[in-house]
């Protein structure tokens, strides 16, 4: 379980004694490297979730995650533990402790949380691919930051196992590649696909969601939904959300999306947090101090307003459907401007809530650069369509 340690210039792995784990031998994956979120069990060593203090409290780990002994078991060999965000708990890639890891795309920018040392691994080319988590976009985020492709699954569709959980109905296992042939290959593993997937039947432009992008980025990601919309009839353009009278829904959805998330972060990590705690970053130790105050009543009256988005978007997506946005608001924030920050995150809400409230899979392409930094572009699919899109990334050509 030990070897040579990974270079690393990107602080993109958690400190400590080198990990190398072989994978099977002649088997589909044998011959990658992978890096594996720390929130994911590695068999006899202590997972940290980004925080020292739940490091101290934790045993070494009985066996893999699931996901992790899916891919050993497909022949890729683990590398490397990757920083995350402080309990998953964050979209920029900071981390008091550890640090923020290089985004190696866009060195002066940052890499996307809570899987940014995982973005930063494969973007910086120290493994060929590695699992992230996506709750809340930080697969997704992340993936668009650093010029990757990223999943986030079908809720439920990877098992869990061995994960350290933020939000239960939101938390899904995910992974980052740099082209599309091992992106859909690693994916086809997590996935336990083994048929042909059936092609999307029509590409549709959600104008709202676009809207929620800067203008630039949206332009970009418009030029190649288009190229990729030819074959199939070209792209027509639709709503994600329904027309209201007043108010803005994709604003609602995201504010259900924060509460929702937030009830069940508390219901996950309080307990320990109260009892424990723990010394976290300001950001986050405010993260949870807001999901604290979230009350029953609140989560309880958000839940049918999130199954009416569900209905409303599988009936959109119906018989092969796939709705086309910009992945993020924009290229990543400048490292040296934390204020933005948390403006991003916000806005990045708007943008990644739908998939999370339907529980949809949705994958994320390199769309291109704005601003010298690079920006990406999402399929959002019906329930179980996750081969689908991964499919669908690899005609992709920028």
Request: hydrophobic share 45%.
């Amino acid at each position: 379980m030990s070897g040579a340690a990974a270079r690393d210039e990107f602080g993109a792995f958690m400190p400590g004694p080198a990990i190398r784990i072989e994978g099977a031998p002649a088997a589909m994956l044998s011959g990658m490297t992978f890096a594996a979120k720390d929130l994911y069990d590695v068999q006899g060593q202590r997972t940290g979730a980004g925080n020292p203090d739940y490091l101290a409290g934790q045993k070494p780990a009985a066996r893999h995650a699931w996901a992790v002994q899916a891919l050993l078991d497909a022949g890729a060999t683990l590398v490397g533990r990757a920083i995350t965000v402080e309990m998953a708990f964050g979209m920029a890639g900071d981390n008091v402790h550890y640090g923020m890891p290089i985004n190696p795309m866009s060195p002066d920018r940052v890499p996307g949380g809570s899987s940014c040392g995982s973005a930063a691994a494969v973007a910086g080319r120290l493994c060929d691919t590695a699992l992230g988590s996506d709750t809340g976009g930080s697969v997704r985020i992340p993936a668009s930051y650093c010029g990757l492709y990223g999943l986030r699954p079908t809720h439920g569709r990877i098992p869990l196992d061995g994960v350290v959980p933020l939000s239960a109905s939101f938390d899904t296992v995910g992974h980052f590649a740099r082209d599309a042939t091992t992106f859909e290959t690693v994916g086809r593993v997590l996935l336990r696909e083994s048929g042909e997937p059936p092609p999307p039947k029509r590409l549709m432009w959600a104008t709202d969601l676009a809207a929620a992008a800067e203008k630039e980025t949206a332009e970009t990601a418009l030029r190649v939904a288009l190229r990729m919309a030819a074959p199939l009839g070209g792209l027509s353009r639709v709503r994600a959300a329904p027309v209201v009278t007043a108010g803005d829904p994709l604003e609602e959805w995201a504010a259900d999306f924060r509460t929702l998330m937030a009830y069940e972060a508390w219901k996950a990590q309080g307990p320990w947090i109260s009892e424990k705690k723990p010394n976290f970053g300001a950001d986050v130790a405010k993260r949870f101090e807001i999901a604290s105050k979230v009350t029953e009543a609140d989560y309880n009256a958000a839940r049918p307003r999130r199954e009416a988005v569900t209905q409303h978007l599988r009936l959109l997506l119906a018989d092969g459907g796939v709705l086309c946005f910009p992945t993020a608001p924009g290229p990543a924030p400048l490292r040296n401007d934390p204020a933005s920050h948390e403006a991003v995150r916000f806005r990045a809400h708007v943008l990644c809530a739908p998939s999370g409230l339907a529980r949809l899979p949705q994958v994320t392409v390199p769309a291109g650069k704005v601003d010298g930094a690079p920006v990406g572009l999402s399929f959002l699919g019906g329930p179980g369509s996750d081969a689908t899109l991964m499919r669908l990334a690899t005609t992709l050509t920028v």
